[in-house]
């Protein structure tokens, strides 16, 4: 079992909180909440209770507008499934717009973008015509599929954002694989399910024929609005998300993970779940004719102690509401030409999704030594900066202050539309 410290926050199975593996002594000093790797809590008992409200109020009610708004548009399924779709693709950009702004407003932090060469001219960040910082681009294309390390329960948020950020903006066509419970957890549930989620069992005789038809839909073609920047009828964007760990790191999973490595004989990993690289493949050989590429993020959260996890850390409490989000969040960014990939040999891409990993591992070896990933100078574009400069730093925002205000527009629309409706029946046919 995992060790706990005075915090509460869970140590490494095996791990002493100096970073050896030795077993710590029952003498040996513990931590305080003092010396949270964040610090003390920024905000006090009572404007955390304000946080909580106000991020309840934003979160929560902008997630029942959003759902309304899917409702409104569902039966349009019945007339145009074209339509549908590009309906349900805006009703994604809203809730993409959500969790853009509210980690702008109640967990601002620098993320750190880098790349290897084979991001040359992919990545840039955008020289701002008002001052500040500017705003990240990134130019990955319409159709891709996207694998990451799950390191925290947040990751896909800093994920659907680097969406927002594309060239041609890709947070109305993000859809991730998850664990089917999560398809009845009450309001969000439903929502995902119109945004075409996928739902896995972790069962593969059972999640096989699902993925294949929910594979075989992201094939299909389309026509209408949002239906690619190309115009007419053709395929429809996608940026798939695909976590081959299949959960995030924490102690139960950390100690599944050896145990799984102890059967198979295969060496476990030091800052990351073993991967399994049966979905990926799938997916890849679902997709090789209609995706060129494979984009790879490494992802790491500055302030996780060697002994910790950043789950533990990174709570909702601690992010949102006690103002101790991590210091950095870090993405370090490669590309592959999936024809590259031996995905219709089991053996074969079995071995080269272990081999990816254990290059994620030295990143984040790396990173923990130094505070940076190993970076290209040809893997990141600063307009108007050094030439040189590996790293862009920026941070999670929307174009405008006032965008978000779109995700409300359906409903209140709607409203405006049946009171008007209203009034005219009274006027006919009122006596």
């Not at 476990?268 to 799938?282: C, E, N, V």
């Not at 950095?328 to 219709?344: E, G």
Request: with cysteine.
């Amino acid at each position: 079992m995992a060790s706990i410290n005075t915090e509460g926050v869970r140590l490494r199975p095996g791990v002493h909180q100096n970073g050896s593996a030795k077993t710590p002594s029952p003498l040996a000093p513990t931590r305080s909440n003092s010396d949270h790797p964040m610090g003390a809590p920024k905000h006090g008992p009572a404007m955390q209770a304000l946080r909580i409200v106000g991020f309840g109020i934003y979160f929560f009610g902008s997630s029942i507008f959003i759902h309304f708004a899917q409702l409104i548009g569902a039966p349009l399924y019945f007339f145009s499934k074209d339509w549908f779709y590009a309906y349900m693709a805006l009703t994604k950009q809203y809730f993409g717009l959500l969790v853009t702004t509210m980690t702008q407003w109640w967990s601002p932090t620098v993320v750190r973008i880098s790349g290897d060469k084979s991001m040359k001219g992919l990545i840039k960040l955008k020289k701002s015509e008002a001052g500040g910082s500017g705003m990240l681009e990134v130019d990955f294309g319409e159709r891709v599929v996207l694998m990451t390390n799950h390191q925290i329960y947040t990751d896909w948020l800093y994920l659907w954002w680097t969406a927002y950020t594309n060239a041609v903006p890709m947070h109305g066509h993000l859809y991730i694989i998850l664990k089917e419970s999560l398809k009845w957890v009450p309001l969000i549930g439903p929502a995902m399910q119109f945004y075409g989620f996928i739902f896995m069992a972790r069962k593969w005789s059972k999640d096989q024929q699902r993925l294949r038809y929910r594979l075989q839909k992201l094939n299909s073609r389309h026509s209408g609005p949002l239906s690619g920047s190309q115009g007419g009828e053709q395929l429809d964007p996608m940026w798939l998300l695909i976590f081959p760990e299949g959960t995030n790191l924490s102690a139960n999973t950390c100690e599944s993970s050896a145990k799984f490595s102890a059967k198979s004989g295969i060496p476990d990993m030091k800052h990351q779940l073993l991967p399994r690289s049966t979905g990926l493949a799938f997916c890849l050989e679902e997709l090789k004719d209609t995706v060129p590429y494979l984009y790879d993020c490494t992802i790491a959260y500055e302030g996780i102690p060697p002994d910790g996890y950043g789950g533990d850390i990174f709570t909702l409490r601690s992010v949102y509401f006690q103002g101790r989000p991590p210091k950095s969040v870090n993405m370090h960014w490669r590309r592959f030409a999936i024809k590259d990939i031996p995905y219709t040999d089991h053996e074969k891409m079995n071995e080269w999704t272990l081999q990816r990993w254990r290059e994620k591992d030295e990143l984040i070896e790396q990173y923990v030594k130094t505070g940076r990933f190993p970076a290209d100078a040809e893997g990141v574009v600063v307009e108007g900066g050094d030439k040189e400069q590996r790293y862009i730093d920026t941070e999670v925002k929307p174009r405008s202050p006032f965008e978000f205000l779109a995700m409300f527009m359906p409903v209140v629309t709607a409203l405006v539309v049946g009171r008007v409706l209203m009034q005219l029946f009274d006027r006919v046919f009122g006596k």
